[in-house]
T-cell receptor
Framework: NAGVTQTPKFQVLKTGQSMTLQCAQD?????MSWYRQDPGMGLRLIHY???????DQGEVPNGYNVSRSTTEDFPLRLLSAAPSQTSVYFC??????????????FGEGSRLTVL | GENVEQHPSTLSVQEGDSAVIKCTYS??????FPWYKQELGKRPQLIIDIRSNVGEKKDQRIAVTLNKTAKHFSLHITETQPEDSAVYFC??????????FGTGTRLQVFP
């Protein structure tokens, strides 16, 4: 049971490049989400999904795309990277079913630098 | 949209003293309020949570209180220890399932 797995852990991009941050969970969680963490700004929600085929925008969705084709995977795509997207990115998942705890399980984080 | 405010941003206490962190939320439909602890270089981890039908919850040295009328909730840590030093985040979940976090409180416990 690996929990939430994010790759890569570190990435350096040039402005305008594209990339995908991968996220996979093996806990059969319905809910998956992506956050970015910047100093002094806490964890800001980028996109989230309540189940396969369903995605929705969070607080800071601009510049990011997501898809949820399976329960396990929730990749985050940066279409044209900008220096403002330099951050630490966390994927997180939880159960959503009635009676389950709402505990969000986080991946280890991905540190992205855009030059 | 939903918003969660958290205060203070930094908190320094002497070992053995109590620490209190406060949060307010804007969405009156919020129904779940967790607290996460993040140690340096690590991922956030849940330490305690409370649902909207409960006013207070305790777990050893940690307690959380919720005032739905005022839309605020607080984390109380008693008998603080150096290992409590970390960044603490509050969060609120709306009925759209979004979990919105506060901006965090850096707690330092001095021996």
């Amino acid at each position: 049971n690996a929990g939430v797995t994010q790759t890569p852990k570190f990435q350096v991009l040039k402005t305008g490049q594209s990339m995908t941050l991968q996220c996979a969970q093996d806990m059969n969680h319905e809910y998956m989400s992506w956050y970015r963490q910047d100093p002094g700004m806490g964890l800001r929600l980028i996109h989230y999904s309540v189940g396969a085929g369903i995605t929705d925008q969070g607080e800071v969705p601009n510049g990011y795309n997501v898809s949820r084709s399976t329960t396990e995977d929730f990749p985050l795509r940066l279409l044209s990277a900008a220096p403002s997207q330099t951050s630490v990115y966390f994927c997180a998942s939880s159960y959503r079913r009635q009676g389950a705890t709402g505990e969000l399980f986080f991946g280890e984080g991905s540190r992205l630098t855009v030059l | 949209g939903e918003n969660v405010e958290q205060h203070p941003s930094t908190l320094s206490v002497q070992e053995g003293d109590s620490a209190v962190i406060k949060c307010t939320y804007s969405d009156s439909a919020s129904n779940y309020f967790p607290w996460y602890k993040q140690e340096l270089g690590k991922r956030p981890q849940l330490i305690i949570d409370i649902r909207s039908n409960v006013g207070e919850k305790k777990d050893q040295r940690i307690a959380v209180t919720l005032n739905k009328t005022a839309k605020h909730f607080s984390l109380h840590i008693t008998e603080t220890q150096p290992e409590d030093s970390a960044v603490y985040f509050c969060a609120a979940r709306s009925n759209t399932d979004k979990l919105i976090f506060g901006t965090g409180t850096r707690l330092q416990v001095f021996p």
